[in-house]
């Protein structure tokens, strides 16, 4: 790609990532030449009409390469926005997703001091709440020591390393005390599911964050078993889950207990977010 403007070098790695099957090409283009060039992305129409130096258009056509292989832009770039702040991410947590901002707004729209987060993945659920209410403390656990990492380093970026317990733990089993909310975006696709997933996500995350190798309803079965011993009374549990999900998971919290049940829509108008309750 040397020896030819960044204008043109972009028009022909869209046309590499269309023709690979990659789903808005253009945008993947313009982002990867940004990173390329160790620029912002709203810089890049500036740089357009100039000559792309060599050491630039080695990276980029690297980038392109791996981007028409469907590694997904935020490993490639190491970060990820999400809900108006960046998070490192790689291969080795999930991404954190725009609908998961419904759990945050539902979070946020009631008080809370203490707030366990259930599968903490990058941090994002966690480090979001605890940044946007500076009194708070929070603990988050994961299964995956390498998501314990990144979400332990992404709350120290956002500098609420020091109101963040971040640990290694099954489900609730290194969970003490009680909590006024309890978050949690678990694994929730079913196995059978996980064919039909774009290969940015089937081959670039880690399983043990999309499935729980079942019917997809399995981590709501441990919340809803542990959540009662772990809230405090009047206390909230909200749970991310897939669009077909709302009536399972909501009979399971009831089953066990909790009450005050909703079901909250994304942005998309599908099923996202349901809350529960522990009776007072
Ligand atoms: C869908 S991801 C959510 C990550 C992050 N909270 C987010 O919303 O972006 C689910 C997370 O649950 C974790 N997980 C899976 N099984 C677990 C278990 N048995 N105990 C604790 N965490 C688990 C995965 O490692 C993964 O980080």
């Given at each position: 790609m040397s020896g030819q403007t960044a204008a043109k070098a972009m028009v022909a790695a869209t046309a590499r990532l269309r023709a690979a099957g990659v789903p808005d090409p253009a945008r993947d283009a313009r982002l990867l030449l940004a990173h390329a060039a160790r620029?912002?992305?709203?810089?890049?129409t500036l740089i357009a009409p100039e000559d792309l130096a060599p050491e630039i258009a080695e990276r980029y056509d690297q980038l392109i390469s791996l981007r028409a292989i469907r590694v997904p832009v935020s490993h490639l770039v190491g970060e990820r926005d999400f809900y108006g702040r960046r998070f490192k991410v790689s291969g080795e947590v999930l991404d954190p997703r725009p609908e998961t901002e419904t759990l945050i707004e539902a979070a946020l729209s009631a008080p809370f001091d203490h707030v366990l987060d259930l599968?903490?993945?990058?941090g994002a659920i966690l480090v979001t709440l605890l940044a946007e209410r500076p009194s708070a403390t929070g603990l988050g656990v994961d299964l995956s020591e390498a998501a314990c990492l990144q979400a332990s380093a992404n709350a120290v970026l956002h500098r609420v390393g020091a109101r963040a317990d971040i640990r290694r733990s099954?489900?609730?089993?290194a969970v003490e005390g009680r909590f006024d909310l309890i978050v949690s975006n678990p694994p929730y696709i079913a196995l059978s599911e996980m064919?039909?997933?774009?290969p940015e996500v089937r081959q670039h995350e880690p399983e043990l964050a999309l499935t729980?190798?079942?019917?997809?309803l399995g981590a709501y079965r441990h919340i809803a078993a542990g959540a009662p011993d772990y809230l405090l009374p009047g206390g909230r549990l909200l749970v991310e889950i897939g669009p077909t999900q709302a009536q399972a998971v909501s009979r399971l919290f009831q089953a066990a207990g909790l009450s005050g049940l909703r079901v909250i829509p994304d942005l998309d108008g599908r099923d996202r977010v349901v809350v529960a309750y522990l009776p007072r």
């Open positions: 620029i912002e992305a709203s810089r890049v599968g903490v993945g990058s099954d489900w609730f089993e064919d039909a997933l774009a729980d190798g079942g019917d997809g």
